[in-house]
């Protein structure tokens, strides 16, 4: 089965740079998706189409596809950004959704 | 406003069924796919079902497959997912997600709050 792959965790120290990668085969040809997570609370779409913004969602978050590999980049994390994040895409048929295990980022 | 509201999570039994319902408002329900994701008590996402909007087209992870049914009624703006078979690793909390629009990917760009379900003897 198809897989994404994120590692568990991260640390940042308040006003660096975190770049969150996750990788997959299919990566190529689907768009992928990241949602942050915080404590207690649902998912919220952070990035999608690989590198789009959607409304509300800070311009310190972006995103990029590098082939197999795509990146969460958060600028100037904030102590706020310290959550869970998931990436997501599909198969290379379209036909099973798939996240990665997350990583959970840590703002020290 | 895009709302979600899930129901019908309860404590069952292995082998046991259940039906989970979410009631959407805020938007043109049946211009979207719709989706369940779980979530086991601090485990990571999981994507459980997809229905497009005309219900042509239903897809279910290995995990379901066999066991859950998703169903959606335009008419009443409501997304269901029954679940048969229970197994107690399907003790979760389940998310309702909408889509995004048509062209935009397979991604969500609005969940629920979710509905625990636990699966226990």
């Known amino acids: 089965s198809y897989e994404l792959t994120q590692p568990p965790s991260m640390s940042v120290s308040p006003g660096q740079t975190a770049r969150i990668p996750c990788s997959g085969d299919?990566?190529?040809?689907?768009?992928s998706f990241w949602y942050q997570q915080r404590p207690g609370q649902a998912p919220v779409l952070v990035i999608y189409?690989?590198?789009k913004r959607p409304s509300g969602i800070p311009e310190r978050f972006s995103g990029s596809n590098s082939g197999t590999s795509v990146t969460l980049t958060i600028s100037g994390v904030q102590a706020e950004d310290e959550a869970d994040y998931y990436c997501?895409?599909?198969?290379?048929?379209?036909?099973?959704?798939?996240f990665g295990g997350g990583t959970k980022l840590t703002v020290l | 406003e895009v709302q979600l509201v899930e129901s019908g999570g309860v404590v069952r039994q292995p082998g046991g069924s259940l039906r989970l319902s979410c009631a959407a408002s805020?938007?043109?329900?049946?211009?979207?796919?719709m989706y369940w994701v779980r979530q086991a008590p601090g485990k990571g996402l999981e994507w459980v079902s997809l229905?497009?909007?005309?219900?042509?087209?239903?897809d279910y992870a290995d995990s379901v497959k066999g066991r859950f049914t998703i169903s959606r009624d335009n008419s009443k703006n409501s997304l269901s997912l029954q679940m048969n078979g229970l197994k107690t690793e399907d003790t979760a909390f389940y998310y309702c997600?909408?889509?995004?629009?048509?062209?935009?990917?397979?991604?969500?760009?609005?969940w629920g709050q979710g509905t625990l379900v636990t699966v226990s003897s």
């Open positions: 997600a909408k889509g995004l629009p048509y062209g935009s990917g397979w991604g969500f760009d609005s």
């Open positions: 805020g938007f043109t329900f049946d211009d979207y796919t």
């Open positions: 189409k690989d590198n």
């Open positions: 229905i497009t909007w005309d219900s042509s087209r239903m």
């Open positions: 299919a990566l190529p040809k689907q768009y």
């Open positions: 997501q895409s599909v198969d290379a048929t379209g036909t099973y959704v798939v």
